[in-house]
């Protein structure tokens, strides 16, 4: 887990929090995803450029994850 201050500029929000963002312990090269919750979205960064987040909903989220464990983005 890596603990940072990251400000958030996307749609009403514009403040700055301090996160704390989560990686698989499966990344090794640290060239990894991360992953923190904010108040209503979930934040998602490439962990070589912290500088750029990605905000998505919590139910986007959600619908994401399902997708995940059903296998919908597995490839042949």
Request: hydrophobic share 45%.
């Amino acid at each position: 887990m890596v603990r940072a201050a990251v400000k958030l500029y996307g749609g009403r929000v514009a403040k700055e929090q301090s996160l704390d963002w989560r990686k698989s312990s499966l990344c090794e090269a640290g060239n990894c995803i991360e992953v923190a919750w904010a108040d209503t979205e979930i934040l998602i960064r490439d962990s070589q450029r912290p500088e750029q987040v990605l905000q998505v909903s919590r139910s986007d989220w959600d619908a994401f994850a399902s997708g995940v464990a059903r296998g919908d983005f597995a490839f042949a």
